[in-house]
Protein backbone atom coordinates (compact mmCIF):
# COMPACT_ATOMS: atom_id res chain seq x y z
CA UNK A 1 0.00 0.00 0.00
CA UNK A 2 2.88 2.16 0.77
CA UNK A 3 4.83 2.19 -2.70
CA UNK A 4 1.70 2.44 -4.95
CA UNK A 5 -0.27 4.59 -2.86
CA UNK A 6 -3.34 2.21 -2.99
CA UNK A 7 -4.94 3.40 0.68
CA UNK A 8 -8.41 2.26 -0.78
CA UNK A 9 -7.09 -1.46 0.67
CA UNK A 10 -6.85 0.33 4.00
CA UNK A 11 -10.38 -1.13 5.31
CA UNK A 12 -9.28 -4.93 4.21
CA UNK A 13 -5.93 -4.79 5.84
CA UNK A 14 -7.02 -3.54 9.24
CA UNK A 15 -9.85 -6.18 9.63
CA UNK A 16 -6.84 -8.59 9.11
CA UNK A 17 -4.83 -7.21 11.31
CA UNK A 18 -7.29 -6.72 14.12
CA UNK A 19 -7.89 -10.06 13.60
CA UNK A 20 -4.47 -11.82 13.79
CA UNK A 21 -2.75 -12.79 16.66
CA UNK A 22 -0.05 -10.32 16.80
CA UNK A 23 -0.55 -8.13 19.67
CA UNK A 24 1.70 -5.10 18.20
CA UNK A 25 -0.58 -4.90 14.48
CA UNK A 26 -3.80 -5.40 15.91
CA UNK A 27 -3.41 -2.63 18.57
CA UNK A 28 -1.65 -0.28 15.74
CA UNK A 29 -4.22 -1.43 13.17
CA UNK A 30 -7.14 -0.29 15.62
CA UNK A 31 -5.26 2.87 16.25
CA UNK A 32 -5.33 4.15 12.79
CA UNK A 33 -8.92 3.61 12.92
CA UNK A 34 -9.38 6.57 15.10
CA UNK A 35 -7.80 8.80 11.96
CA UNK A 36 -9.13 6.90 9.51
CA UNK A 37 -9.63 9.66 6.80
CA UNK A 38 -5.96 11.43 7.55
CA UNK A 39 -4.29 7.87 6.66
CA UNK A 40 -6.14 7.38 3.92
CA UNK A 41 -5.50 10.60 2.69
CA UNK A 42 -2.09 9.95 3.28
CA UNK A 43 -1.77 6.65 1.13
CA UNK A 44 -3.70 7.56 -1.49
CA UNK A 45 -2.14 11.49 -2.44
CA UNK A 46 1.71 12.42 -4.11
CA UNK A 47 2.66 14.52 -1.29
CA UNK A 48 4.97 14.00 0.87
CA UNK A 49 6.90 15.65 3.39
CA UNK A 50 10.29 13.65 2.70
CA UNK A 51 12.35 16.76 1.70
CA UNK A 52 11.79 18.59 4.83
CA UNK A 53 12.31 15.40 7.03
CA UNK A 54 15.82 15.10 5.03
CA UNK A 55 17.02 18.78 5.98
CA UNK A 56 15.88 18.05 9.92
CA UNK A 57 17.38 15.32 10.19
CA UNK A 58 20.70 16.93 9.01
CA UNK A 59 20.40 19.71 11.47
CA UNK A 60 19.76 17.51 14.24
CA UNK A 61 23.00 15.16 13.20
CA UNK A 62 25.26 18.80 12.83
CA UNK A 63 23.67 19.55 16.65
CA UNK A 64 24.77 16.14 17.70
CA UNK A 65 27.85 16.11 16.63
CA UNK A 66 28.87 19.42 18.04
CA UNK A 67 27.30 18.59 21.57
CA UNK A 68 29.02 20.09 24.20
CA UNK A 69 31.55 21.85 21.88
CA UNK A 70 29.92 25.31 20.83
CA UNK A 71 26.84 26.89 21.14
CA UNK A 72 24.07 28.27 18.58
CA UNK A 73 26.32 30.79 16.45
CA UNK A 74 28.11 28.08 15.60
CA UNK A 75 25.45 25.81 14.82
CA UNK A 76 23.95 28.57 12.88
CA UNK A 77 27.11 28.81 10.96
CA UNK A 78 27.39 25.10 9.88
CA UNK A 79 23.79 24.82 8.86
CA UNK A 80 24.02 28.10 6.83
CA UNK A 81 27.00 27.19 4.91
CA UNK A 82 26.96 24.20 4.20
Do not use: C, H, Y
Not at 6 to 16: H, V
Not at 38 to 58: C, D, F, H, I, K
Not at 59 to 67: C, H
Amino acid sequence: MLTTLDGLRLPEWITEAVTSSLPGISTFAAGLENDFDAVTAGLTTGWNSGPVEGAVNRIKMLKRQMFGRAGFPLLRKRVLLA
